[in-house]
């Protein structure tokens, strides 16, 4: 389906802050005059453009503007600097693009041919000359994503446009039911929509003909508010908003009704296995974990009821087969730490523009991976143990930094932390816990020893920290991915080293 196939005063989209809502019927109307628009413009389908953008309900009438006439859409990141916006829109070929008066001077660079509306002022104009009659070929579009570019320049992740209209069944509203979407459903938004998962999630509801609530900006509070004032019953979230959210005193926490909840899903960042248990204690056996990514070659779920019989896997994979390698491509035994490769029948991405970085993802035996290192149990289930490129080597010893930040998370005093290799003239290098505190008064040395204590406490003592450095602020992305090269780059200026 698509919204034109809804009930037309149905909430297609709610702003959790302000209130603002986008009926179904100005979400069809609204993204056919955009389409139009961009076809007088002259683009055509396989034609990129770009969506820089805060949260807004706009955002969907240009997601589906571009779905319904063949295109490619890239939402960037709107904390991106201008040369870095420069580069994605460069880099994917940008057409057109939409943008806020507060983004629009990113843009200074921009050629001149490059058609640009903002939402706000030039952007309404323009459709409200445009037809709200569909273009008479609707063939459907697809997003391509940029890699966050925590290890380097971002990729833009393309696929092969899907052979069918927008008007045609989606294979993923078949495929959809594990994300807990139906028809009227109340579907939560915590993070930007300038992310893979969010985005794509919420253009699927529509197809489903749910609502979707977006929060502006996530706050562990708000959220738990939101989710009661709007009877929220399926919800999407990152580990680092469940460990905010826990971190709340228990009388706010309890303060919230949030019975409405029938369906929870995480992903995109590994969640301590202290943290998963006790939202699953607070919310009951309703969160379902997958992990994927945006290449899109490879999955695994697994739900609360797994979990607890598997703490800390990530799952069975789903549509493709797992396998754990060492260097050299040869599969290893059931227990094994090493690169996880997927099997995956039709998977077709690459990287746009960057067919050497396509085919470092690639095994000899046309596997691919997403560059993680894990191992598989003997019932088949995944357990990841952190990313290749994240790994420490102190002294020949491998460290995997996740382990540590697992544990280390479990102190009420840590509100976020990050371990990364540093310099050490004899060893190369050693792990440093870089910690963000609930309170960051309480910064002292007595609290570093104690968390290195605490650490030691459930793990070994080669694995742990050697060293804590307290910061006010974790350079953590919105999606809760960790920028570790920046944290790398204080610490090493000009050194060489394996991390990132």
Known sequence: MHPGAHPRDRAAVVMAGSGATLSYGDLDDHSIQLAHHWHEAGLRPGDHVAILLENAPSYFEVVWAALRSGLYYTPVNFHLTPDEVAYVLADCGARAVVTSPSQVGKLASLPAEVDVLVVGDTYEPALARRSTQPLPAQPCGHGMFYSSGTTGRPKGILFPLPDREVTDDDPMVISGGPLGLADGCVYLLPAPLYHTSPVVTGALCHRYGGTVVVMERFDAAGCLETIERYQVDVAQFVPTMFVRMLKLPGEERDRYDLSSLRHVSHAAAPCPVDVKRRMIEWWGPIILEFYAGSENVGSTMITSQEWLEHPGSVGLPRFCTTYICDDDFN???????????FDTPGAAM???GDP????ENRSPQGWYTMGDVGRLDD????????????????????IYPQESENALIGHPAVLDVAVIGVPNDDLGEEAKAVVQLVDPTAASDELAAELLAFCQESLA???????VDFVDQLPREDSGKLYKRRLRDEYWGDKESRIV
């Not at 050497?356 to 085919?359: G, Q």
């Not at 003592?461 to 060293?467: G, V, W």
């Open 331 to 341: 599969v290893l035994p059931t227990g094994e730490v090493g690169s996880v490769w």
């Open 350 to 352: 690459e990287y746009h």
């Open 356 to 359: 050497e970085k396509t085919a």
């Open 379 to 398: 019932d088949g289930y995944l357990y990841l143990t952190d990313r290749k490129t994240f790994m420490i080597i102190s002294g020949g010893v491998n």
């Open 461 to 467: 003592r080669y694995k742990c920290p050697r060293s």
